[in-house]
């Protein structure tokens, strides 16, 4: 290779042209693999490929064989309607004979040319103008045969040409669909055309559902199957309800139309249902057809109050016999069992009001206590019956092994015993004992709440303690019905009252957990109620009573005492202190037994404050109570002097003030002192400032001098600020009159002058002042 340049630099140059070319070949590669992600991205692709289309070519395609199709069918209808009386008979079959034909002999055709969705539309097309010459052979051969008649044989005989057909071309899908819709019409319609009634029509709508469940089990074709089970739920519904219908009017003709439904219903369930959710509602409606078939002609034998329980005793048996029998699936059984619950749920609804009436009626009393009246019943002739139809359902539930079940059967035998005495109209002793008795099961169950849900599957640790809430609500309500009831007389109004009592003791003593203190309460009401009794007995006054409610206080004391840490104790004490609370209300119209009872209920908290674990509170409130006692005893004795009232306070507090700086030397002054000198201080200077005579001012000026004196000499700061602005404001209050006199006398161009004086006064010693109010309030500051 010859060359003109050194070696050297030729080299260069090579070597260069070599990086140029390398660069250049890298910009090519980056660009091919783009071009080849664009190529492999369909996103990417739509620009270069063009845009999509908005519809495939075979969805074009139906769309114009659709339009096609209908097209053709309104211009067929059109002809028919229109043309037909311009044609003779000859030419009216020949013109649908050879449209007719070639409609449903060209799909053949297209089917092997495979252009199948041109042959559906020609095959629809086809179908429509069967329907057409039917119409036409109606109009121009057999105008006097009845619409229904004709219109049922050619329902008939259009449905069984469509199913030859559609079995002759498999692969058409609308022909054998429609011969299913279209055989739905024969057999109603032949019965309306022979004046059949609702019975009659109810069992050709059967039999056609019938017919289609055994359509929609032979038939492989799933357009073909879905279709006969759309019909066939229409249809049976139809029939049902029917059913259902008649049965109320004649229940005798509608039973075996029930039984047959419900024999098609389990056949449907058990054959075709899909689903286990499909087969137990399918169970369930076979079983309100089966109750119904059953009730109806219960109803014609049995006196009208039996009509319920009739239909409530059926459902009992179909969920007793669903639960019980060997060898039925699942989903029936469950559909059964649910049919008969949602009837006996229906009946319970019939024969609750009598348990509402028993619960609430008493409350709604019109006579006065102890008048020995009694309140007439809210319910008057309801049939006797319905307690039967309680006890059914609270038998029925308890008979299932649930914890739900036996809450619900607990619930309902409560409220048959609540209502039992209304529906027949038991004598008020009877009632007041069933009352009374009813509340001691309910009790009952909440002490042993375990027996109601022992060997239960499900039942949890937490299920006994809200079977025992349960209980515990219910008969605390019936108490409630038995303590109103007892206001009718004296005697049972003791009578009710005492056993209250000892079925609340009962529960406080056997019961557990927060049950027990419920109880406990409860029973402290009680005896509360007895003592409330005798009081009204004796004829005492409002006043007098209260002082008697201290006994339950007093008792409920004792019994703490007694019961000393447990927890059951808490509960008693506090329910007696309520009632305390209650007979001070009773006494405050008269302020002298008002003071005697805060004086008794101090005496009472101060022996509570003898044991320990009371002491902090019991002491406390015993204080409290004998300071009121004595205010509303100087208040009875008309005392205005505020000392009188304050004094009483002021120097415990202090007392407990200086134990506790004993205690704690860091304590604060206004924490040991300042509440006990501003009860006393505060109230005195008030009653001081209206007060034209001397004795008091003259008093409260010394004592707060002395308040003062000890807090510059302890240095404690609430008694030198309190002391201090007592005895100002005490000074200013006697100077007061002084300075009023000699301002009245000065001329009224002195005053201005004054304060202006005073004014440059501090203004040229404003720094000293501050510096004065600084360390005045820094010695406060370190004072306690």
Same mark, same amino acid.
């Given at each position: 290779?010859?060359?003109?340049?050194?070696?050297?630099?030729e080299?260069?140059? =090579? +070597?260069?042209?070599?990086?140029?070319? +390398?660069?250049?070949?890298?910009?090519?590669?980056?660009?091919?693999?783009?071009?080849?992600?664009v190529?492999?991205?369909?996103?990417?692709?739509?620009?270069?490929?063009?845009?999509?289309?908005?519809?495939?070519?075979?969805?074009?395609?139906?769309?114009?064989?659709?339009?096609?199709?209908?097209?053709?069918?309104?211009?067929?209808?059109?002809?028919?309607?229109?043309?037909?009386?311009?044609?003779? *008979?000859?030419?009216?079959?020949?013109?649908?004979?050879?449209?007719?034909?070639?409609?449903?002999?060209?799909?053949?055709?297209?089917?092997?040319?495979?252009?199948?969705?041109?042959?559906?539309?020609?095959?629809?097309?086809?179908?429509?103008?069967?329907?057409?010459?039917?119409?036409?052979?109606?109009?121009?051969?057999?105008?006097?045969?009845?619409?229904?008649?004709?219109?049922? *044989?050619?329902?008939?005989?259009?449905?069984?040409?469509?199913?030859?057909?559609?079995?002759?071309?498999?692969?058409?899908? *609308?022909?054998?669909?429609?011969?299913?819709?279209?055989?739905?019409?024969?057999?109603?319609?032949?019965?309306?055309?022979?004046?059949?009634?609702?019975?009659?029509?109810?069992?050709?709508?059967?039999?056609?559902?019938?017919?289609?469940?055994?359509?929609?089990r032979?038939?492989?074709?799933?357009?073909?199957?879905?279709?006969?089970?759309?019909?066939?739920?229409?249809?049976?519904?139809?029939?049902?309800?029917?059913?259902?219908?008649?049965s109320?009017?004649?229940?005798?003709?509608?039973?075996?139309?029930?039984?047959?439904?419900?024999?098609?219903?389990?056949?449907?369930?058990?054959?075709?249902?899909?689903?286990?959710?499909?087969?137990t509602?399918?169970?369930?409606?076979?079983?309100?057809?089966?109750?119904?078939?059953?009730?109806?002609?219960?109803?014609?034998?049995?006196?009208?109050?039996?009509?319920?329980?009739?239909?409530?005793?059926?459902?009992?048996?179909?969920?007793?016999?669903?639960?019980?029998?060997?060898?039925?699936?699942?989903?029936?059984?469950?559909?059964?069992?649910?049919?008969?619950?949602?009837?006996?749920?229906?009946?319970?609804?019939?024969?609750?009001?009598?348990?509402?009436?028993?619960?609430?009626?008493?409350?709604?009393?019109?006579?006065?206590?102890?008048?020995?009246?009694?309140? +007439?019943?809210?319910?008057?002739?309801?049939?006797?019956?319905?307690?039967?139809?309680?006890l059914?359902?609270?038998?029925a539930?308890?008979?299932?092994?649930?914890?739900?079940?036996?809450?619900?059967?607990? =619930?309902?035998?409560?409220?048959?015993?609540?209502?039992?005495?209304?529906?027949?109209?038991?004598?008020?002793?009877?009632?007041?004992?069933?009352?009374l008795?009813?509340?001691?099961?309910?009790?009952?169950?909440?002490?042993?709440?375990?027996?109601?849900?022992?060997?239960?599957?499900?039942?949890?640790?937490?299920?006994?303690?809200?079977?025992?809430?349960?209980?515990?609500?219910?008969g605390?309500?019936?108490?409630?019905?038995?303590?109103?009831?007892?206001?009718?007389?004296?005697?049972?109004?003791?009578t =009710?009252?005492?056993? *209250?009592?000892?079925?609340?003791?009962?529960?406080?003593?056997?019961?557990?957990?927060?049950?027990?203190?419920?109880?406990?309460?409860?029973?402290?009401?009680?005896?509360?109620?007895?003592?409330?009794?005798?009081?009204?007995?004796?004829?005492?006054?409002?006043?007098?009573?209260?002082?008697?409610?201290?006994?339950?206080?007093?008792?409920?004391?004792?019994?703490?005492?007694?019961?000393?840490?447990?927890?059951?104790?808490?509960? =008693?004490?506090?329910?007696?202190?309520?009632?305390?609370?209650?007979?001070l209300?009773?006494?405050?119209?008269r302020?002298?037994?008002?003071?005697?009872?805060?004086?008794?209920?101090?005496?009472?908290?101060?022996?509570?404050?003898?044991?320990?674990?009371?002491?902090?509170?019991?002491?406390?409130?015993?204080?409290?109570?004998?300071?009121?006692a004595?205010?509303?005893?100087?208040?009875?004795?008309?005392?205005?002097?505020?000392?009188?009232?304050?004094?009483?306070?002021?120097?415990?507090?202090?007392?407990?003030?200086?134990?506790?700086?004993?205690?704690?030397? +860091?304590?604060?002054?206004?924490?040991?002192?300042?509440?006990?000198?501003?009860?006393?201080?505060?109230?005195?200077?008030?009653?001081?400032?209206?007060?034209?005579?001397?004795?008091?001012?003259?008093?409260?000026?010394?004592?707060?001098?002395?308040?003062?004196?000890?807090?510059?000499?302890?240095?404690?700061?609430?008694?030198?600020?309190?002391?201090?602005?007592?005895?100002?404001?005490?000074?200013?209050h006697?100077l007061?009159?002084?300075?009023?006199?000699?301002?009245?006398?000065?001329?009224?161009?002195?005053?201005?002058?004054?304060?202006?004086?005073?004014?440059?006064?501090?203004?040229?010693?404003?720094?000293?002042?501050?510096?004065?109010?600084?360390?005045?309030?820094?010695?406060?500051?370190?004072?306690?």
């Amino acid at each position: 290779m010859d060359s003109s340049l050194p070696p050297a630099e030729e080299l260069v140059l =090579v +070597d260069r042209e070599l990086a140029r070319l +390398d660069a250049h070949r890298a910009r090519l590669l980056a660009r091919r693999d783009w071009l080849l992600r664009v190529l492999h991205t369909p996103a990417a692709a739509a620009p270069v490929a063009g845009p999509r289309p908005e519809a495939s070519p075979r969805g074009a395609q139906n769309v114009l064989l659709t339009l096609g199709g209908v097209l053709l069918a309104v211009a067929a209808v059109a002809f028919t309607l229109v043309s037909w009386g311009s044609m003779g *008979i000859g030419g009216r079959a020949a013109v649908l004979g050879a449209v007719t034909s070639a409609a449903l002999l060209a799909p053949v055709a297209l089917l092997r040319k495979g252009l199948r969705s041109t042959a559906e539309s020609v095959a629809a097309l086809g179908l429509a103008l069967t329907l057409l010459d039917a119409y036409a052979l109606h109009r121009a051969a057999l105008p006097e045969t009845g619409v229904l008649a004709y219109t049922a *044989i050619a329902a008939a005989v259009l449905a069984a040409g469509w199913a030859g057909y559609g079995a002759a071309l498999p692969r058409l899908r *609308i022909p054998l669909p429609a011969a299913v819709v279209t055989a739905q019409l024969p057999l109603p319609l032949g019965v309306l055309a022979l004046d059949g009634g609702p019975l009659s029509l109810a069992w050709a709508t059967l039999a056609t559902a019938a017919l289609d469940l055994a359509t929609a089990r032979r038939t492989a074709p799933a357009p073909v199957r879905i279709t006969a089970l759309v019909t066939a739920g229409t249809l049976g519904g139809a029939a049902l309800v029917t059913g259902l219908a008649l049965s109320a009017v004649t229940p005798l003709r509608a039973a075996p139309l029930l039984l047959a439904c419900a024999a098609v219903l389990l056949y449907a369930a058990v054959r075709t249902a899909p689903a286990a959710v499909p087969a137990t509602g399918l169970a369930g409606f076979a079983g309100l057809a089966l109750t119904a078939a059953a009730g109806g002609p219960l109803r014609e034998v049995l006196p009208g109050g039996w009509t319920v329980p009739g239909y409530a005793g059926c459902a009992v048996l179909l969920a007793a016999a669903a639960l019980r029998l060997p060898r039925v699936p699942e989903a029936l059984r469950r559909g059964l069992a649910g049919a008969g619950g949602l009837v006996l749920a229906h009946a319970l609804m019939w024969a609750l009001p009598p348990t509402a009436a028993g619960l609430l009626g008493p409350l709604a009393r019109t006579t006065a206590p102890w008048s020995g009246a009694h309140a +007439d019943p809210v319910l008057t002739s309801y049939p006797a019956t319905a307690p039967l139809v309680v006890l059914l359902a609270a038998a029925a539930l308890a008979a299932v092994p649930r914890p739900w079940a036996r809450c619900g059967a607990l =619930v309902l035998a409560w409220a048959l015993l609540t209502g039992l005495p209304v529906a027949p109209g038991l004598p008020y002793p009877a009632t007041v004992a069933l009352t009374l008795l009813t509340a001691a099961a309910a009790l009952t169950a909440a002490v042993r709440p375990a027996l109601l849900v022992r060997g239960l599957p499900g039942a949890g640790a937490g299920l006994p303690g809200n079977v025992a809430w349960l209980g515990l609500g219910l008969g605390f309500a019936s108490a409630l019905t038995a303590v109103t009831l007892g206001l009718d007389t004296r005697a049972a109004t003791f009578t =009710v009252l005492g056993v *209250i009592l000892a079925l609340l003791a009962g529960v406080a003593v056997l019961a557990a957990g927060a049950v027990r203190l419920v109880g406990a309460c409860g029973a402290v009401l009680a005896a509360a109620g007895l003592v409330g009794a005798g009081a009204a007995a004796a004829q005492a006054a409002p006043a007098t009573a209260g002082l008697l409610l201290l006994a339950v206080p007093a008792g409920t004391a004792g019994l703490g005492a007694w019961l000393r840490r447990r927890t059951v104790a808490v509960a =008693v004490e506090a329910a007696g202190a309520a009632v305390g609370l209650c007979a001070l209300g009773l006494t405050a119209g008269r302020p002298a037994l008002l003071a005697l009872a805060l004086a008794l209920g101090g005496v009472l908290a101060a022996a509570t404050a003898v044991r320990p674990e009371r002491r902090p509170a019991a002491s406390w409130t015993a204080a409290g109570l004998f300071l009121a006692a004595s205010w509303v005893r100087l208040a009875a004795w008309e005392v205005t002097a505020p000392e009188a009232y304050t004094l009483p306070v002021t120097v415990p507090a202090l007392v407990v003030g200086v134990l506790r700086r004993r205690r704690d030397p +860091d304590a604060s002054s206004w924490t040991a002192y300042g509440p006990g000198l501003a009860v006393t201080l505060l109230p005195s200077l008030m009653a001081a400032w209206p007060d034209p005579g001397w004795t008091r001012p003259l008093l409260l000026g010394l004592g707060a001098l002395a308040v003062t004196l000890l807090g510059a000499r302890f240095r404690l700061q609430a008694l030198l600020l309190l002391g201090g602005t007592v005895l100002a404001l005490d000074g200013l209050h006697e100077l007061a009159p002084y300075v009023a006199q000699v301002v009245g006398a000065l001329p009224r161009w002195l005053p201005p002058a004054l304060a202006g004086l005073l004014l440059l006064a501090v203004g040229a010693t404003y720094e000293q002042r501050l510096r004065d109010a600084r360390r005045l309030r820094e010695r406060l500051g370190r004072m306690r």
